[in-house]
């Protein structure tokens, strides 16, 4: 199976051709039209109407009965020799395709395993800007409604607040503080359109310090296919596309870091899958400044299709599968 068939591609933009001052910013990590605009839609324009019901619900099996692969040998191991290997990592990575409820599903499953482990735990959360911590402190300590910041989070981020609910339940059931891990979106936009130089000061203090290109050659690979998608762009052009993402991830791996030089942790990151992929993206920023324990865990299929287990097993062990050099773990969600 290709990359860009399995995965509906992290959260990266995309400027669609069109004036320079006007890009269009895609969010690879929802299924959605090739028109679909990232940053008006979840920051601020009203998201697809889906009539009041989730998106592609889908029974979710109990944890017990999942089926987890391991990228070492592509072997299935059992659910708590998995839980058992991430419990050991001061990072756990759990991505998603963003409108995908079994998604979210294995992401609750990996921050329980992580704070039953531990007895303790972090959630970061890429969906809320660090400019925005406090409105996720009012919410967690119960000086904000519910209703209040479900309307927050329909601004915020767009995508319904019922997919994440059971993760902020769990969350503030166990006392487990939620970290905002992103970047401001004007921030990225704009780096997008002008450079990382082009910041005015006030944007540029907004991102840390030391803003890394991305290296890891099959993220990069993986990055330029996806900014190049409807027509190779020019070199300049491109160059501030990957300044963008690698900002984007830089700030959401500084983010982690911050919290673990306070002593708190394991950090739960729960962020689209393309910023995580082949343990790049914002685990790539984390090793730049931390000698960690790191583990990526991935839901199987990667994006919203459904197909028998067997068939699932086979994609991933067939010799040639590139999938499975993209994380850690892989909880398998079959029809």
Known sequence: MSISRAIPLGAL???LAGRASAAVL??????????????????????PDLGGALPHARPVAAAAERVVVASEGAAVV??????????RSAVVYAGEQHDQALHHAVQLEVLKEAHRRAGRAVMGIEMVDITRQKVLDDFMAGRM?????????????????????PLFVYAKESS???RALNAPSSVIRNIAKFGLAG???????????????????????????MINGHGQLDPAREARMLEAMAAWNETMG????????????????????GHMLYRAGIGES???????????????PLDDTTRPLPELLKELQDPGSEEISMADFFSLNPE
């Open 13 to 15: 933009i995309f400027i």
């Open 26 to 47: 895609v969010d690879f990590d929802r299924a959605s039209p090739p028109s679909f605009d990232l940053f008006e839609t979840i920051r601020g324009m009203p998201g």
């Open 78 to 87: 059992g659910w708590e020799d998995f839980a058992s290997a991430i419990s």
């Open 145 to 165: 409604s519910e209703d209040e910041f479900a309307l927050f989070w329909k601004k915020a981020w767009g995508f319904a607040w019922e997919l994440y609910r």
């Open 176 to 178: 487990i503080p939620v």
């Open 199 to 225: 910041l005015a000061p006030e944007e540029r203090k907004l991102l840390p310090e030391r803003v890394d290109p991305i290296v890891e050659p099959r993220y990069l690979a993986y990055v330029k296919k």
């Open 254 to 273: 500084q983010s982690v870091v911050d919290v673990l030089s306070k002593g708190e942790g394991p950090v739960v990151v729960i962020a689209g899958m």
């Open 286 to 300: 984390v090793s730049r400044r931390a000698a960690v324990r790191q583990s990526f865990v991935l839901p199987y």
